[in-house]
Structures are given as C-alpha cells and as structure tokens.
C-alpha cells in the first residue's frame, strides 16, 4: 500500500516539475521576444555630424522623420516600439542618400560603405549594405528578388532601339503624322511594341501574383503600397481579396484609406498657385475667373487610365469650353521631365500645372484620375466624372 501511494507521490512530483519546467519555458520565450526595436548602423565614408532620419516608407505620401540623430564616427542608434513590422527609411545628409529596411522589435544592425558624390548635389552613394536582425528585412528581400529579372528583362527589350524611340517620340511632339505611321509600320517598332507588351503584362503578373500570395496577412496589403505608386479603382479586387486581418494591419487601413477616400462635394476649394510647364505661377482664382464650371483633373505621365482618358476631356472641351467650362490639370509627376514630356505629345488645351505635393492632399487625392468638378463659387459639386458621366453632367449643366 505504502509503495502505491510513494509511486503516486512520486508521479505528482514528477507531473508538478514538468508542469513547472513548462511554465518556466514559456516565460522564458514571453521575455525573450523583444518589446522593443533598436538600430545600431556602422557607416564608412560620410563625416561626422551627417544627419541620419528614420522617416516611415510605403505610405504613398510624404512623411516627417519619427526620430533624427546625427553621426558619430560613422556609428548611429534609433530606438523604439512598434506593434507590427514597418517599412522605413534611413536618410542620410538631408535627403542626399537613403537605405530602406524593415523594422520590427528586434536588434538590428546596418552597415554600409558611403560616397559623396562630386556633382553639385553631392548625392550619397552606399554600396555593400548589410542589414542583419530584422527577419521581416530578410523576408522582403527574399520575396523581391523577382525585380532584378525583371529589370534585367526592361533592358534587353530597349537594347537597340534608343534611337528610334527617340525620333518616335520626336515625331509625336513635333505632330508629324507621316514619320509616326512609317516608324509605327516598321518591322523593328512592331517587335519593339510586342516586347513591351509581354514585359508589362509579366509585370502586373508577378505583382498580383506577390499580393495574392499574402492576401491573409499584413504583407499582402504592404506589398500594393510598395508596387504600386498610385492607385487607380482597378485595384480595388486586389483590396477585397485580403482577410480581415490583413485589412485591419496598419498597411491594410492605408491601402482602404487611398482606395476609398473620403468624398469632398459640398466643401470650397482653397486658392492655391502652382507652376505651369515654363516656371509661370497661376493660382485657382486666376484661372476660374469668369468661368460658370472647372473640372480639376489630378494625373501622371505614368498612368495609363489617365492618358486614356484625356481624349474624352478635349472633346469636352471643344464642346463646352465657349459655355463657361473649362478645365485644370494638375500632375502629380515627380519626374518633371517625364511631365514636360507627356505634355508635348498630349497638347492639352487648357492650363496644366504641376503639383508640390500640398495641393493633391488638400483634395485627399489617393488614386488617379481623380477629378472634381467646381462651380463658380468654388464648391465641390461632383467628382471622378469621366467619359459619358461628364460629358452627361456638363451637358445638364450648360445646356442652352
């Protein structure tokens, strides 16, 4: 009886110390995950006292630095708390160079080797960059390594066709149909066009592919703000797809925020001046002067529906313009060049400004085209009219 009851003793002493045992392992992993980030970055090349800025990324909006130190024999520390993986950037010398990584409550360490560019901007350089600590950092890097193929791919399909491309789009500006069509016919421009179409239909493959493989977690939302700059309502099924997990991170309330902006008809449009393709300033009072209704188009070189969509606007235009209408393009390039450009092929009409980042968030623009329709006393009436939809508005409104 004895020896049952120590066995049964002993059995509670051994279930009691491997309850303990377990208890103990899982505090031990509770205090091991860290509550806390921290950077620690190792930089040659770049003098003491170069400004160092932790500024957030993949925000599709200009952001301010959430902390800011400077170098000190090419060491730098930032610290903080986050309550998912973030994406930032480090910025060097004021905006003159960058190193983005992700961060997550980890220790982290960057080392790179800088060079001050000689040019009058003097740009910073890094090369040999290694970012250790961060799992997330290992992730994206893993998952985006797809790029190099496809930059690899944009190159070999341009190779040989620099000069032709340059008289093609010297022919567009220029409105010399005859040189348009004979380049157009040619063997070597068909080829070229067929190419360009499978690389950015790979492209918008691989994209998709990317965000539908993590349609359950905050990468999946994080990845549309990183492959896309802007968006336009065709993204919209990529958004509905995620979990509401995914929805709810922090990248998935941004991704809904710009999708789905907050409607502005019944407020007033601000006075605000922008420049014109040759450095002239106009400001919104100026331009509406006189008019009865202005359509304020927000738009890219880059984006297609937007291209796509100015034909419809002249033809608006044409027809409404001697009845009071008239329309203001903004353009949200950040490239002016490639501004300047798409505006001597397009010729437009009517006053084309480029934006300074304020005004577009003034109309809380997040995808494009996005257009607002003004009446005479600046209130915002309608918005994203186009094609029929406007054509169909204006004719309600001016009708004789």
């Known amino acids: 009886m004895n ?93 003159k160079g960058y190193i983005h990584l992700i961060v997550e409550n980890s220790k982290i360490k960057v080392t790179a080797d800088g060079e001050v560019s000689k040019s009058e901007d003097e740009r910073i350089n890094f090369k040999n960059e290694v970012i250790t600590g961060s799992k997330s950092n290992d992730y994206y890097k893993k998952e985006t390594a797809f790029k190099a193929e496809l930059n690899k791919d944009y190159e070999d399909y341009h190779k040989g066709t620099e000069e032709l491309g340059k008289l093609y789009s010297k022919a567009r500006t220029s409105g010399n149909k005859k040189l348009i069509d004979s380049i157009g016919n040619s063997p070597e421009w068909k080829k070229f066009e067929a190419d360009e179409k499978a690389f950015f239909t790979k492209v918008q493959k691989t994209t998709t592919d990317l965000i539908a493989k993590h349609k359950t977690t905050w990468w999946g939302p994080f990845f549309m703000m990183t492959q896309y700059s802007y968006f336009t309502p065709d993204q919209k099924p990529l958004f509905e ?103 001597g092929i397009e010729k437009m009409p009517w006053h084309n400004l480029l934006d300074d980042d304020k005004v577009s968030k003034s109309f809380n623009v997040k995808t494009i085209p996005a257009t607002y329709l003004v009446d005479s006393k600046g209130i915002i009436i309608s918005d994203n009219l186009r094609g029929a939809e406007l054509e169909e508005k204006l004719k309600e409104l001016l009708k004789s």
């Open 3 to 95: 020896t049952i009851k120590y066995k049964i003793l002993g059995l509670c002493i051994c279930l009691f110390v491997i309850s303990n045992h377990g208890i103990a392992q899982k505090k031990k992993a509770i205090t091991a995950a860290p509550a806390s980030y921290s950077i620690e970055g190792n930089i040659t090349g770049l003098a003491d006292g170069t400004t160092v800025q932790l500024t957030p990324g993949a925000t599709h909006s200009s952001e301010s630095p959430v902390a800011e130190t400077t170098l000190k024999e090419g060491k730098f520390t930032f610290t903080g708390k986050l309550n998912e993986p973030r994406f930032f950037y480090l910025v060097f010398g004021k905006n």
């Open 241 to 343: 797809q995620f979990s509401e997990t995914a929805k709810k991170s922090y990248y998935g309330q941004l991704v809904d925020k710009d999708l789905n902006p907050k409607s502005l008809i019944g407020t007033s449009v601000a006075n605000f001046g922008l420049k014109d393709k040759d450095g002239k300033a106009y400001t919104a009072k100026e331009i509406v002067s006189g008019k009865k209704y202005i359509l304020i188009d927000f738009w890219a070189s880059w984006c297609g529906p937007c291209r796509k969509e100015i034909p419809n606007l002249k033809t608006a235009y044409s027809e409404y313009a001697d009845k009071g209408f008239e329309i203001l393009s903004i353009s949200i390039d950040k490239d002016e060049k490639a501004w300047q450009k798409a505006l």
